[in-house]
């Protein structure tokens, strides 16, 4: 049996980098004599097997050949007499597509060794562009590598431009967008995944709802970047800095959908886009199915960052029902997943990504001291039904108004 190790491991292992998955590709064998070995079968598509005793996976050297739109849209042919570097070929990037001996020799058909060292993201050949994921595959490596100085070769660029143009990228399934999307909001630099779309106009494509955002002005004394795209990128950018949470990411991401609706007579000011966006980002989240968990916290950080940006300016009243509506009040909440997005949209500004925001510890305090009132008066009177409520709302705008001027006393 010929094993070699394949893909992301070994072009981790080039790079110095942790390996936290092996995956093997196996030539010379079928089937059959892999099961007589105690390997058991996983794979759906193709001949996968887990090792019987590590439970890696181990793949049958294949081929693949185009048969149909999409990324399943291939008739696969694994036999023992497929080599190694027919198995490889078919892979998306060069720096994935080298395999190494158990014993660390390297083996690389395609140059993968030498678009590491220097940092290039190319294309292995013009199969590349028989599937779509393969572009959102791409934005997702720059998203975990851009710091390391990774760039996308011009004549890759080139070909996923033309899968966007012929239309291949349409083919696309909200599941594995969501899918590839998740695992770039949890990259090292998430933006960049966004960037990498955008530049091959994949973008307008897959998130038309972000790419609209380009190109529509703000007001420069508050966003001196002006762009409302770039600046949503840089609230991504400062997200993934202040929390690894990719519900967060995502909530500073998508925070100013409602510009991209503003009337054109306002512009560059965006009145109501805490709301005008609600329906947008409901509409984004119903077709790529994103997780409930993420949509709320999403709705929230639009509908009221506005409202915690302005803390101190804001009625005892109003700041008493945004964090009545943002659940504040309860034993388990997302208060601090909130601030968390509303400090990276304060600091995903040109010029202030490095701003204190004493916002969130505002909110902070007028919570607790909104929960910490005594209702064992209006529980134990004769208050009764929606006057109790009533009651007890008053008593928490009385202590969130006693956190707000004892700030604004310093």
Known sequence: MEIYLVGGAVRDKLLHLPVTEQDWVVIGETPETMLRQGFLPVGKDFPVFLHPKTHEEYALARTERKSAHGYKGFTVHAAPDVSLEEDLIRRDLTINAMAMTEEGQLIDPYGGQQDLSQRIFRHVSPAFCEDPVRILRVARFAARYAHLGF????????????????????????????????????????????????????????????????????????????????????????????????????????????????????????????????????????????????????????????????????????????????????PVNTMDAFLLACEADA???????????????????????????DTSSVLNGELQGAKIGDAIRRLRIKAVADVINAHNAL
Not at 153 to 175: C, F, H, K, N, W
Not at 353 to 371: F, G, H, M, S, T
């Open 151 to 330: 760039t996308l070769a011009d004549e890759t660029r080139r070909l996923m431009q033309s899968m966007v143009t012929t239309g291949e990228i349409d083919y696309l399934v909200p599941e594995r967008v969501w899918a590839e999307l998740f695992k770039a909001l949890n990259e090292t630099s998430p933006s960049a995944f966004f960037y990498t779309l955008k530049d091959c106009g994949a973008l307008a494509k897959i998130f038309p709802e972000l790419d609209n955002l380009f190109g529509v002005p703000q007001p420069a004394q508050y966003h001196p970047e002006i762009d409302t795209g770039v600046h949503s990128l840089m609230s991504l950018e400062q997200a993934a800095l202040l929390s690894s949470s990719p519900a967060v990411r995502f909530a500073a991401l998508v925070h100013d959908l409602g510009k991209a609706v503003s009337p054109k007579a306002y512009l560059p000011h965006h009145y109501g886009h805490e709301t005008n966006g609600l329906p947008i980002l409901e509409a984004m989240c119903r077709r790529l199915r994103v997780p409930n968990a993420f949509k709320i916290l999403a709705r929230h950080v639009m509908q009221y960052h506005t409202h915690c940006h302005r803390a101190t300016q804001l009625r005892a009243a109003t700041l008493t029902d945004t964090l009545a509506a943002l659940g504040a009040f309860k």
């Open 347 to 373: 600091r995903g500004r040109t010029g202030f990504e490095n701003r204190p925001y004493p916002q969130a510890e505002i909110l902070r305090l007028a919570a607790k001291a909104a929960v910490a009132v």
